[in-house]
């Protein structure tokens, strides 16, 4: 494979979120559920491993930071950013287990958690997930085409048109981007003539 080729395929895969109506609402309904939950004094907590626990990251600075403007800061927070409670966790219990138990310490009804998986069967993410719906919080899934078993258990499933890792984690930090936008200008709106 070229470089063009990868390139091609990155951009195949973005035109088809493009073309897809369907996942266009998907994507302003999760930023429906998050305002709704900011708004009324709630947090966005994030899960991932690897590419996607520093996507989950990513997201989360951008809108506990700032991302187009200065602005207050929301709350939102990337669950594996404590490595002392991560490691402690994953060794006294089970790494399966360090997010469903930082989700039932922090969560609470009407925060939302999203769980990024590529293949949507992560098992950390799964069971921080069912937690989650437990509390009473809103769940939204970033996944790869079939949504795993995260299907079964987001009330918003991101699930890109792609079985390719990277490919799906390119996309997935795209759609990450706008939501923060819409976040930030919904909550926080800027006139547009200053």
């Known amino acids: 494979m070229t470089i063009p080729d990868i390139i091609n395929n990155s951009i195949s895969v973005h035109q088809l979120i493009l073309a897809d109506e369907v996942f266009m609402q998907k994507i302003q309904e999760a930023v429906d559920v998050c305002v709704e939950s900011l708004r009324s004094g709630g947090k966005i907590l994030l899960c991932g491993n690897g590419g996607s626990a520093s996507d989950a990251q990513h997201i989360a600075a951008e809108l506990s930071g700032r991302f187009y403007y200065d602005r207050p800061p929301l709350y939102a927070e990337a669950l594996h950013v ?65 949504g795993g078993n995260l299907l079964y258990i987001s009330d918003v499933l991101l699930n890109v048109p792609s079985s390719d890792t990277p490919r799906i984690q390119e996309a997935h930090i795209l759609i990450g981007h706008i939501i923060c936008e819409f976040i930030e200008k919904t909550i926080f709106p800027k006139d547009e003539g200053i």
């Open 82 to 146: 404590n490595g002392s409670y991560l490691t402690a966790v994953a060794n006294d219990y089970h790494f399966e287990m360090v997010y469903r138990r930082m989700v039932e310490a922090a969560g609470k009804v009407g925060d939302v958690l999203i769980g990024l998986s590529t293949s949507g069967n992560s098992q950390n993410v799964v069971y921080a997930m069912e937690a989650a719906k437990k509390i009473g919080m809103k769940t939204i899934a970033f996944t790869g085409e079939t």
